[in-house]
């Protein structure tokens, strides 16, 4: 280990590494960066641009997610009632970004929201009996609280036409229902992102390495952390010392996660699932729909496959996609290898492993079935939206990649993990993030708890404490038992994100 050290010049000492060039990394080092400006961070991205990845504008999907319409996120309960405690937690931490977002542009940092936010109504969609009983106790319990009381809900066909046309459209005699919530958001992640790579670059000085991998992460003897990064261009290797690391490099943390020597990586494994969208090619069709439409997913499926029929705004064109259909890899990332989950399975993680696999069956038979589907099987779910939908109007594009997480569980093993998980060290010197949905939507949220992790003394700071409220007012309170101040924050974010309350 001292050869390695010996080896790490003076300039070459941080305060911390980012790895991962995406959403994540970008919003972490630019909240520190303003709290603290003589922070001293290098961020490290192995493709040539940044935000290439899970950031990228086709590779999500650009839902804000906020619980507005993502009918997973309230589950109904043993006793018929629905949970809403995960929805009110995924709101109020999508209102952190926008609060961040927002200030970002009070300062003149970010010149022009609507290169990356657009207004867009979110929706729930159901048919059948019992799925719209299951919507009305949604609507009912979600409308009693504050985040919640402008959702509407209607079962009347010329409602939700108004809506929905194009779902709409044929469906005079069928039983349905839907709900509408007009603060929903369209959100493009790797515009936001280069947008943040760019404040980091030329007002702050931030090192960006592209075409650099980082190959290993290992303590050092005077309590820091040595990276290794190697050079993808020359093939030269360079050594980094820093007092912090933060991994977030999408589905490549895991298997850099696996080489650092902490306990706290024992037993996590990953399961790759490749994304993919029908994308609208008719224009007309296209302009027939403004809105995000979730339904319910079919039996068996995992939370991810939500169907839904989305407005994107990608390169200034208004776009329409739906899926998301999945399809089984081996890598981690699109730019991965083929031997990236064979690589990842090891003496730790086999229990983990096994367990999934022995206590998911239907969920492999669900991913044995979506990988055997052709545009006739993917039209004919789509035309469970659109009923008169036209295969040539439609194209198979293939997204991100989406690693599942794999928890070590007492009882079963191994648990699926669907969320977004902060995997660190005890002093909390290095954080990994891992996990996919709500992922970047709540950027800021978890970028929150990694620099309560990493920095907790420097948190409690009032120096810190009063920045941090300048740029998230709500960064430190529950808009529960707030709900008039939460209010104007909320109303000052809408007006300088420049979002239409669509009527």
């Known amino acids: ?14 305060d911390l590494i980012c790895v991962g060039g995406g ?5 972490l080092t630019l909240m520190l960066k303003l ?13 040539g641009e940044v935000a290439k990845e899970s950031s990228g504008a086709w590779n999500n999907a650009g839902t804000g997610h906020s619980a507005l319409c993502e009918l997973n996120y309230t589950p109904a309960k043993p006793d018929g009632s629905i949970d809403i405690s995960k929805a009110i937690e995924i709101f109020s931490q999508f209102e952190t970004s926008k609060q961040f977002w927002a200030y970002l542009v009070e300062q003149n940092l970010v010149k022009d929201p609507k290169n990356f936010i657009h207004s867009v109504p979110h929706h729930s969609w159901v048919t059948g009996n019992d799925n719209i009983e299951f919507l009305k106790k949604r609507f009912k319990a979600l409308t009693q609280t504050a985040m919640f009381e402008e959702m509407k809900f209607s079962e009347n066909p010329e409602k939700l036409r108004e809506w929905f046309p194009l779902i709409a459209e044929g469906r005079e005699n069928e039983k349905m229902a839907g709900t509408r919530m007009e603060i929903g958001t369209e959100v493009n992640f790797e515009a936001i992102t280069q947008q943040y790579i760019k404040i980091l670059e030329e007002q702050f000085n931030v090192p960006v390495l592209r075409n650099t991998d980082v190959l290993d992460v290992d303590p050092d003897e005077n309590l820091e952390w040595t990276v290794e990064a190697q050079n993808l261009d020359t093939g030269e290797v360079t050594y980094y010392d820093a007092e912090h690391v933060f991994i977030g490099a999408g589905g490549g943390a895991l298997p850099l996660l696996q080489k650092v020597e902490i306990e706290e990586k024992d037993g996590y494994g990953g399961f790759p699932v490749d994304g993919q969208w029908l994308v609208c090619k008719n224009r007309e069709v296209i302009e027939k729909h403004l809105g995000k439409v979730y339904s319910k997913a079919g039996p068996d499926a995992p939370p991810m496959s939500t169907p839904h029929l989305d407005t994107r705004y990608i390169n200034g064109k208004q ?3 739906f899926g998301p259909f999945a399809g089984f890899t081996t890598k981690f990332l699109k730019e991965g290898s083929i ?9 730790d993680n086999i229990p983990s492993m096994w367990g999934v696999f022995w206590h998911n069956l239907p969920l492999t038979k669900y991913l044995m079935k979506q990988v055997t589907m052709d545009h006739s099987d993917r039209m004919d779910d789509l035309r469970k939206f659109i009923k008169d939908a036209r295969a040539e109007d439609w194209e198979l594009k293939v997204a991100g990649k989406r690693v599942q997480i794999i928890k070590k569980d007492e009882e079963q093993g191994g648990v699926l993990e669907f969320g977004t998980n902060v995997v660190h060290s005890k002093d909390g010197s290095i954080t990994a993030l891992l996990g996919a949905s709500p992922g970047a939507s709540v950027a800021v949220s978890i970028m929150l708890e990694v620099i309560n992790t990493a920095f907790p003394e420097k948190v409690k700071s009032k120096e810190w404490q009063q920045k941090l409220s300048e740029m998230i007012p709500f960064w430190n309170k529950n808009i529960e038992g ?9 109303a000052n974010s809408s007006k300088k994100l420049e979002l239409d309350v669509l009527h």
């Open 482 to 490: 707030n709900e008039a101040e939460f209010k104007k924050v909320q």
């Open 1 to 14: 280990m001292q050869t390695m050290n010996q080896k790490v010049l003076e300039e070459n000492n941080y």
């Open 339 to 347: 031997m990236d989950l064979p690589l990842s399975i090891n003496k």
């Open 319 to 321: 776009e329409l996609l």
């Open 23 to 27: 959403i994540m990394s970008a919003t």
């Open 35 to 47: 709290v603290d400006p003589k922070l001293k961070i290098i961020i490290f991205e192995k493709l």
